[in-house]
């Protein structure tokens, strides 16, 4: 498996925020759960100025996100091989954070991470013979399945209410499919 460079962008295909990219504020290392992601990060990914950050800043939340993938090669009734992707994992862990401030204490500087205080995951069932099959174009069942690889993805993710931003992305192994 090949794994890519720490990736920091304040936007990610789905729900989260599509802010222009983060600044290198975001300081985060993905096996402890800690670090510091400046303001100007947190400002960029949600969207928001300065006032609205100084107010706001103790109520964001910070999450650590892994979606493990797996691409599978599957042949149902039909005998006609296609791909299919398995969620092996979703993990979500949420951090500890602070608020720091800039001298004289009312400019917040930014988030120091210290860590996750409590998590929660999820996982699929593998495609393997006799169980329903994940396109039913194909059939009822699956006949045969060999896995082709596996991708995970992690995401440091700023939320507060309804709004997410990731500020930094780690991927190992290929991508994967849509």
């Known amino acids: 498996m090949r794994l890519l460079p720490v990736l920091i962008s304040a936007a990610v295909a789905g729900s989260l925020s599509s802010a222009a990219p983060a600044r290198a504020g975001v300081t985060f290392d993905f096996h402890t759960n800690t670090g510091y992601v400046d303001a100007e990060d947190v400002l960029r990914g ?5 006032a609205k950050l100084s107010r706001e800043a103790a109520k964001i939340k910070f999450e650590h996100n892994t979606h493990v993938v797996e691409t599978w090669s599957v042949t149902c009734d039909d005998g006609r091989p296609f791909d299919a992707a398995r969620a092996l994992q979703g993990m979500t862990e949420f951090l500890a954070a602070s608020v720091t401030y800039r001298a004289g204490g009312t400019e917040v500087a930014g988030f120091r991470l210290t860590g996750s205080n409590m998590g929660m995951s999820s996982t699929t069932v593998e495609p393997v013979p006799g169980v329903p099959c994940p396109d039913t174009a194909h059939g ?17 993710i700023a939320e507060f209410a309804t709004t997410y931003a990731s500020l930094a992305e780690l991927r190992t192994g290929p991508e994967a499919p849509e």
């Open 46 to 50: 949600l969207k928001w100025d300065g």
């Open 140 to 156: 009822k069942t699956i006949r045969s399945s060999r896995r082709l690889a596996t991708t995970t993805t992690e995401h440091l």
